[in-house]
């Protein structure tokens, strides 16, 4: 039977670096912790995961860990996006061998293709396999914008019924939802609350890496119980978190916190660099001031 997807869902880090390959024990552990804490669901290989910086063999040891780890207690989505659609439909399919619940695929980032191009290539994904299909809108690394127009002509194919909605523009959530109605479920990207208010149905996130608990009860205050003033004093109580792991450092950050936490996942994979000494001594501030520690809740 197929999921729905909903609520805050983490896009997960790879423990491990360059000189050391992957680390999947550790992987495995932070995948229990994460749903331990509460998570509604998990995405590996996505940006935050440095799915472009591993090789075919380190992505399919990956999924496997995260999805034999979960044993369905959430969902789990594999990124597979890639600038070739054929390339994207065979990881697409391949996840789903794997026993993936859904894929999340972002369009071709160098080619800058035409709106009917895009449409092509999700439609192709969509019709070559048999798990929903999350779009996603990150024109800030795709090089393309999928305006909520766009979008519509998207959801016409039956299998893309999810979208990660990663720019700055929360009216893009009613828009979507106005112009698709049920047939395409909005996920925000980078904004969580104010996505949840417009009426998004989850939020792909980065901090959750280091705090799933708090950001799952943000999206279950607004969307389950209609806290929204709550859910608002939590989101301001938690946003210097979302912040430390936004820009361009969101890779190094997410890392960085969670080894002050008390789990090594490595460094970030070149060409991104470790935090300067600065910069990494103010993550570990953070850690100390929330409290935030491996293994526990925040």
């Known amino acids: 039977m197929t999921k729905t997807f909903r609520g805050t ?5 790879t423990p491990g670096d360059a000189a ?6 550790t992987l495995a552990a932070f995948t229990d912790w994460q749903i331990a804490q509460g998570i509604h669901g998990l995405i590996p290989l996505g940006s935050t995961g440095e799915f472009l910086s591993l090789s075919e063999d380190e ?3 990956v999924a496997e860990t995260v999805v034999r780890t979960a044993a369905a207690r959430v969902p789990v989505l594999i990124g597979t996006g890639a600038e070739d659609t054929r390339e994207a439909v065979r990881l697409s399919r391949q996840a789903e061998a794997l026993g993936a619940d859904g894929v999340m695929v972002i369009p071709p980032f160098y080619s800058t293709p035409t709106d009917d191009e895009i449409v092509r290539h999700y439609r192709t994904i969509g019709e070559a396999v048999g798990i929903p299909v999350m779009v996603y809108n990150n024109p800030a690394t795709a090089n393309v914008d999928l305006r909520p127009e766009l979008v519509a002509r998207i959801a ?3 299998t893309c019924r999810y979208i990660k909605e990663s720019t700055l523009e929360v ?6 939802i106005r112009l698709c109605g049920d047939r395409m479920t909005v996920f925000g990207g980078i904004l969580g609350f104010e996505s949840f ?3 998004a149905q989850g939020w792909v996130a980065v901090a959750s890496n280091v705090a799933p608990g708090p950001l799952a009860t943000l ?4 969307a389950d119980e209609g806290r929204v003033k709550d859910a608002h004093a939590l989101y301001l109580r938690w946003l210097p978190v979302i912040e430390a792991v936004g820009g361009q450092r969101y890779v190094a950050a997410s890392k960085a916190l969670l080894g002050h936490m008390g789990l090594d ?3 970030p994979r070149p060409p991104r660099m470790p935090l300067p000494a600065e910069v990494d001594a103010a993550m570990a501030a953070l850690v100390n001031g929330f409290g935030l520690r491996f293994g526990g809740g925040a």
């Not at 050391?20 to 024990?25: A, E, H, I, S």
């Not at 009216?171 to 979507?176: L, S």
């Not at 999206?219 to 607004?222: K, N």
């Open 9 to 13: 869902y983490t896009v997960m880090i």
């Open 20 to 25: 050391t390959g992957l680390d999947l024990p």
């Open 59 to 61: 992505r399919v040891a």
């Open 156 to 158: 016409e194919c039956e």
């Open 171 to 176: 009216t893009r959530v009613r828009d979507i």
């Open 197 to 199: 208010v417009e009426g």
């Open 219 to 222: 999206f279950s205050l607004v």
């Open 265 to 267: 996942v490595g460094l």
